[in-house]
């Protein structure tokens, strides 16, 4: 199996500066995807941030320009460096991995999600 830690996270106020941590650890035969998707309460799901293993990025339209996605494919961490932060930044953040334990046996795992709060 394969499990995600997150770090980080927090409560700041807004313009204010968090950075979350992710790292995967198990049965790691390769990696294909990681990122970062935010919960707001009442809202769905929806993608922050994602990065391939080849480096290309998918970044949503509300963080472009303030959020920063890097990864370390060597320690299998995935990073979000989230400046000039807003309320509506305000949510669960999910770190999400894609890949493979071995060939023919796929996995798509969640973290179990941080809180970001993001004051006025």
């Known amino acids: 199996q394969v499990q995600l830690v997150e770090s980080g996270g927090g409560l700041v106020q807004a313009g204010g500066s968090l950075r979350l941590s992710c790292a995967a650890s198990?049965?790691?035969?390769?990696?294909?995807?990681m990122g970062w998707y935010r919960q707001a309460p009442g809202k769905q799901r929806e993608l922050v941030a994602v990065?391939?293993?080849?480096?290309?990025?998918n970044y949503a339209n509300s963080v472009k320009g303030r959020f920063t996605i890097s990864r370390d494919n060597a320690k299998n961490t995935v990073n979000l460096q989230m400046n000039s932060l807003k309320p509506e930044d305000t949510a669960v953040y999910y770190c999400?991995?894609?890949?493979?334990?071995?060939?023919?046996?796929?996995?798509?795992?969640w973290g179990q999600g941080t809180q970001v709060t993001v004051s006025p």
């Open positions: 990065m391939s293993s080849t480096g290309i990025i």
């Open positions: 198990g049965r790691i035969f390769s990696i294909n995807v």
């Open positions: 999400h991995t894609e890949g493979f334990s071995a060939v023919e046996d796929p996995y798509d795992v």
